[in-house]
């Protein structure tokens, strides 16, 4: 496995990184949300922060955003011990933070969200020729193309608004960067000019934390990628050199790497008897033809129809109502990998019957996509299984 940094080796041969997490915990009640997390960024880098849904990707951006500190753990600043117990306290380290619902004021122009908060005031009035004369100059020197300064946010497009609540972002001068999901509601075009926001970001030399589902985002535009899982690291990859089909295994836990089997040496897997026969149907996964994922098409569509199945294993869960958020994952989990094996035979996985590569005719297999058939990989329910 091409993993070339895990969560417990040191610093790799760059400068120190500009914010260093380690060993960063939070306890909702009774959900651990994450434990003993570490996560490391470098000026002039695009880290990917992925994880499935729940696995603690926003909670840990919160404690760096200091708006929901960590019980436990150290936020390193330079190098050097810092607290970020309020958001006051993040944005003067140079920490910002891009939200994904925007925070933006439909009602004001661009050149007043921009200055939203931060307004230049000259002779106790609004100074409105020098903010929008900067907000032209922090426009273009990123290359955000807006029709204009003075239209209502509303009327901008989806990507256009990211990139102005981005370039709001960078007002406040930061060092790191914070993106939540950039690009989820976005289409094909818009995504593209946001991509390309965060190759201009780090190009100034930002390090920048981009939260995304998109595994084509990912690799687009991340020199590294940290997976949480339940809310712990599950292995930081550098992107050039690691399958997308390496990343969704690390994000679903269908994977076997130095940390995962550290992890499990030291907290002793016997606790949780559902992960462990989650991990071996996993694992034997890959193994049968009809599950083997040959592209990144397919590894995208194989990982939706993973987390659809999750989402029904859900909802029909049986009566061991789970405790608590990890232990619903985990019991999702425990149906997902007995569904993602045999072909078209989801949810019904009959004892004695090796139909493992033996794929039946005409029910959808996952990696052998039939021209023709866009419905190939979809979630079995839907292909009227
Ligand atoms: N304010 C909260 N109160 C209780 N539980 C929370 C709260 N915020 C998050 N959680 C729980 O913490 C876990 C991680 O959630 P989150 O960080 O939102 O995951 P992600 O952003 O990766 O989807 C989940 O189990 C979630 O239910
Ligand atoms: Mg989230």
Same mark, same amino acid.
């Given at each position: 496995m091409p993993e070339t940094q895990s969560a417990t080796t040191s610093p790799a041969a760059s400068a120190t990184p500009v914010l260093a997490l380690r060993g960063i915990s939070k306890r909702f009640g009774a959900v651990q949300a994450l434990t003993d997390v570490d996560l490391e960024v470098r000026a002039g880098e695009v880290v990917a922060l992925v994880g499935d849904n729940g696995a603690g990707k926003s909670t840990l951006v919160k404690t760096i955003a200091g708006v929901g500190p960590a019980d436990d753990g150290v936020v390193e600043w330079e190098g050097k011990p810092v607290t970020v117990d309020r958001p006051h306290a993040a944005q003067e380290l140079g920490i910002a933070t891009v939200y994904q619902?925007?925070?933006?004021?439909?009602?004001?122009d661009v050149v007043g969200n921009l200055f939203l908060g931060r307004e230049i005031v000259r002779a106790g009035v609004l100074d409105e020729v020098e903010m929008e004369r900067r907000a032209r100059e922090l426009l273009s020197t990123l290359s955000i193309r807006i029709p204009?300064?003075?239209?209502?946010?509303?009327?901008?497009s989806g990507g256009q608004r990211q990139t102005v609540a981005i370039a709001r972002s960078l007002l406040g001068e930061p060092k790191i960067v914070i993106l939540d999901e950039p690009t989820a509601a976005l289409g094909v075009e818009q995504t593209a000019q946001v991509l390309d926001l965060v190759e201009r970001l780090r190009e100034r030399g930002l390090g920048v934390i981009l939260i995304s589902h998109n595994m084509a985002d990912v690799k687009a535009v991340a020199d590294r990628v940290a997976v949480l899982r339940l809310g712990r690291n599950n292995g930081t990859f550098d992107v050039r050199s690691t399958s997308q089909e390496e990343i969704i295994s690390a994000i679903t836990g269908a994977t076997d790497n130095a940390v995962t089997r550290r992890r499990d040496r030291s907290a002793?897997?016997?606790?949780v008897p559902g992960a462990v026969e989650a991990t071996g149907a996993a694992e034997a996964a890959p193994a049968a033809p009809a599950a083997q994922v040959t592209g990144p098409a397919d590894a995208v569509k194989a990982a939706q129809a993973a987390q659809d199945g999750k989402e029904a294993g859900k909802e029909s869960a049986p009566a061991g109502e789970p405790v608590d958020a990890v232990d619903a994952v985990e019991a999702a989990e425990a149906d997902e990998s007995a569904e993602a094996?045999?072909?078209?035979k989801a949810g019904k996985p009959e004892v004695g019957k090796p139909e493992v590569g033996k794929p039946e005719v005409g029910k959808p297999e996952v990696g052998k996509p039939e021209v @023709? *058939? %866009? /419905?190939? @990989? *979809? %979630? /079995?329910k839907e292909a009227g299984a």
């Open positions: 619902d925007l925070a933006l004021c439909d009602n004001l204009s300064v003075r239209i209502p946010i509303a009327s901008l002793g897997v016997s606790g094996t045999p072909a078209g @023709g *058939k %866009p /419905e190939v @990989g *979809k %979630p /079995e």
